[in-house]
């Protein structure tokens, strides 16, 4: 568990199920989908069903909560691009509008990161976004992440082309960052 102030990131546990399940898969066109990967299709799940991919969340090394005032209000992950090289790439979702443009995203990347490289061998950490999601690449911005390639016109939504974003720092980068 890491804290800034009223943000905590921590893993999952069982009873905090209902909150994720919520905020996730029980409405069939949450507002946060519109940013993170909406030309992906989102699916609803009843709380059955998810219930029954508690393993994936509850202690998860990779799906930990972000908690902002005793409130899950959302999620930050990381998944193996290629595990050998050590190469993983962080998401993060705040499920909520009203979370959003507070800094939150920005605070609980901060301590995800530096979780990450404080337990893992890792290189470099870095996300992937879209051209559309202009507050994600703010966050990657203001984290020190440097853009490490565009992708032209793959992502396409709502009649529109957007370039696939990828951000990343590598590990002395961010030591230099939050060691002064």
């Known amino acids: 568990m890491y804290t800034h102030k009223e ?4 893993p999952i546990t069982e009873a905090d199920l209902p909150r994720p399940w919520a905020l996730i ?9 519109k940013w993170d990967a909406p030309y992906f299709p989102h699916e609803t799940k009843t709380y ?3 219930f029954m991919t508690k393993t994936r969340w ?6 930990w909560a972000i908690e902002v005032s005793g409130v899950v209000c959302g999620i930050v992950s990381y998944y193996w691009e290629h595990e ?3 190469w993983l790439e962080i998401g993060i979702v705040l499920h909520e509008s ?6 939150i995203g920005t605070r609980a990347l901060t301590l995800w990161i530096q979780h990450l490289f404080q337990t893992m061998p890792l290189v470099r950490v870095g996300f992937t976004t879209w051209s559309g999601n202009e507050r994600m690449m703010r966050v990657g911005e203001k984290l020190g992440m440097q853009l490490e390639a565009r992708i032209r016109k793959v992502r396409y939504y709502n009649g529109t082309y957007y370039d696939s974003i990828r951000m990343g720092i590598l590990r002395e980068e961010w ?3 939050h060691t002064q």
């Open 7 to 10: 943000l905590i990131i921590r």
């Open 25 to 33: 898969y029980k409405d069939e066109q949450p507002e946060w989908k």
């Open 48 to 50: 059955e069903d998810f």
């Open 58 to 63: 509850v202690d998860a090394d990779n799906f």
């Open 84 to 86: 050998p090289s050590h």
């Open 98 to 103: 009203h979370s959003w443009g507070h800094g």
């Open 175 to 177: 030591t230099a960052l």
